[in-house]
């Protein structure tokens, strides 16, 4: 990065806006369709400086974005020239409609991004298409809910036409479904030794005994020793940890899954980002307080951490020398002291219902 870039804040605008930069920088959108934050450096998702951004808004380009699925048949600087006749598609419906005779078939699809499955899939078809047809299959980034779709498609398809021979079968942006399940997550949180895990175990073999959901069971001490391997018990690992174990748990979601963790997850900042990470994929977040007396925990424990923190053997420990911030409005707060597993189960599943669900959801 040069010395213009490393002056300009970096920003990853989202996959949107990258595929708009990339559009203009191949000759297949103007300007004028693009909006960037000016001045900036542009990143894609891997970090990599994609370009950046002057303080008019002009353009310097740096380096390609980061590889996605299905690179090859993308549109690369210096590729041939694409080969009339040629037919724009968005959508399986133009893919099983293609004209006898079509030498390029250009397909407008985003692979990159979170959020890319059904696009995914439409460029399998796609390249099964293109062979059954004899003819080539070139990707052109963009995604279905990118602002002036329309207009978007109309400027592609005057700028690869030649002599009329571009045929567009696109009517309209292509509405892909999301998952027939709405994804969920539940966060057990409390002391140590509260019962959280006791209870992620318990609410997962009912789900799956009950349920044809898949579910994920990300338990504190198992997440600590791979996931959150090296970090410590300080506030900023703390948090780290829950950050981790949220973005995992927001990608289960994402595809209709459920996930259940049960961190310590002391501080409402963090909770808060999960909860926000969550939704942000269309997922359903379910925030239990297991709220096990703190004397109730140390009578549990087996172990012996309480008396050895008491004891200042153990610095930062929740409820002891750390503290643990309390959810003000979670969905349920139970207190495991002296109740069946069984029944508070029970109660976790009446709060939440979608855990059993397997009706469509509209995402």
Same mark, same amino acid.
């Given at each position: ?26 000759? +297949? ?21 994609? =370009? ?7 353009? =310097? ?165 791979? +996931? ?78 309480? =008396?050895?923190?008491? =004891? ?52």
């Amino acid at each position: 990065m040069d010395n213009t870039s490393a002056a300009h804040p970096e920003v990853f605008p989202g996959t949107a806006t990258l595929d708009d930069l990339e559009l203009v920088r191949l000759g +297949l959108l103007p300007r004028t369709m693009l909006t960037v934050a000016s001045p900036s450096t542009v990143v894609d998702a891997e970090g990599v400086t994609v =370009a950046v951004t002057g303080q008019g808004g002009e353009l =310097a380009w740096r380096e390609e974005r980061s590889s996605r699925p299905f690179e090859a048949w993308h549109v690369h600087d210096g590729d041939p020239d694409i080969e009339p006749p040629t037919v724009l598609v968005a959508d399986a419906e133009g893919l099983g409609a293609l004209p006898a005779g079509t030498r390029t078939v250009l397909l407008l699809a985003s692979t990159d991004g979170e959020d890319s499955d059904h696009a995914i899939a439409l460029a399998r078809q796609a390249v099964d298409a293109a062979a059954a047809a004899g003819a080539e299959l070139r990707i052109v980034p963009l995604r279905a809910d990118s602002p002036g779709w329309r207009s978007k498609v109309e400027e592609i398809g005057r700028r690869v036409d030649e002599a009329g021979l571009v045929h567009d079968l696109t009517t309209q942006p292509p509405a892909y479904p999301g998952p027939t399940t709405q994804g969920v997550v539940v966060l057990l949180t409390g002391l140590s030794g509260s019962g959280k895990s006791t209870l992620a175990r318990a609410l997962r073999n009912r789900i799956v005994e009950s349920s044809p959901r898949p579910v994920t069971l990300l338990d504190g001490d198992v997440v600590r020793r791979h +996931l959150s391997a090296g970090l410590g018990f300080g506030r900023a690992d703390r948090e780290t940890n829950v950050r981790r174990i949220g973005w995992v748990a927001a990608e289960v979601a994402r595809h209709g899954g459920t996930a259940i963790a049960s961190p310590i997850a002391p501080f409402a900042a963090s909770r808060d980002e999960m909860r926000r990470m969550v939704e942000a994929q269309g997922g359903q977040f379910v925030l239990v307080h297991v709220a096990t007396p703190l004397e109730e925990c140390e009578r549990r424990d087996r172990k012996g951490l309480y =008396a050895r923190a008491r =004891a200042g053997e153990i610095a930062d420990f929740t409820g002891i020398s750390s503290p643990y911030e309390e959810p003000t409005s979670p969905t349920l707060r139970l207190d495991t002291t002296g109740r069946p597993v069984p029944t508070l189960v029970d109660e976790i599943m009446s709060a939440a219902p979608s855990l059993t669900a397997t009706t469509e959801t509209s995402r």
